[in-house]
């Protein structure tokens, strides 16, 4: 089966950096996602790691490191908009979604 | 252009009853999910068709839950009968391979179930 653990709240103040956690154990593992959750809305994609690196998507960037089973969203000049869940997301032959992570964001 | 389009946004409904939860994905994408959220157990996949047909279903609860996908344009998510825990959001998400493959899926707004 396929576990992922990521931290269920993290707290910031506006201009912050934050980094959000995702471990994993999978089998048959081929990238990982993250995706942002507003309250009452919909799960939104926001980045892919296939390989190990770092990806960077403007003020979001996204690291994988498969040898170690480990990937991090990192936010950077947080905003209040970006109050919200994020998840990490394995993708296997299917997506499998972490519990998710509770950032909220102060002024 | 139009998104996975859900519905109901809301169904309340008593126990015992029949619910009928409806997608219809992007146009051309040809995959589609549904999931379940809830607080305790997060985002759970349900089951997921390729092509129309169903490809993994292992996540469905029980015999109660059944889903279809009579054409590329339409799926629906049944559950009978209903039962309080199966109160939840129900998401639909869609997807074309590439974009599967690279993770990316595209999510309804969701279908809010309370079951009474």
């Known amino acids: 089966g396929q576990s992922l653990e990521q931290p269920s709240e993290v707290t910031a103040v506006e201009g912050a950096i934050v980094q959000i956690n995702c471990t994993y154990q999978t089998s048959g593992f081929y990238g990982l996602s993250w995706y942002q959750q507003h309250d009452g809305g919909a799960p939104t994609f926001l980045s892919y790691?296939?390989?190990?690196g770092l990806e960077e998507t403007g003020r979001f960037s996204s690291f994988l490191s498969r040898s170690d089973s480990y990937g991090y969203l990192l936010l950077q000049e947080l905003q209040m908009k970006d109050s919200a869940s994020y998840f990490c997301?394995?993708?296997?032959?299917?997506?499998?979604f972490g519990t998710g992570t509770r950032l909220q964001v102060f002024p | 252009d139009a998104g996975v389009i859900q519905s109901p946004r809301h169904e309340v409904t008593e126990m015992g009853q029949e619910v009928t939860l409806r997608c219809k994905p992007i146009?051309?994408?040809?995959?589609l999910f549904w999931y379940r959220q809830t607080m305790m157990r997060g985002l759970e996949l349900l089951i997921y068709?390729?092509?129309?047909?169903?490809?993994?279903d292992s996540g469905m609860p029980e015999d109660r839950f059944s889903a279809k996908m009579p054409n590329a344009s339409f799926s629906t998510l049944k559950i009978q009968p209903s039962e309080p825990r199966d109160s939840a959001v129900y998401f639909c998400a869609s997807s074309l391979k590439l974009a599967f493959l690279a993770g990316e899926l595209f999510f309804g707004e969701g279908s809010r179930l309370t079951v009474l």
């Open positions: 146009s051309g994408h040809d995959y």
């Open positions: 997301a394995v993708n296997t032959d299917k997506l499998i």
């Open positions: 790691n296939g390989l190990d």
């Open positions: 068709f390729n092509n129309n047909v169903p490809i993994d």
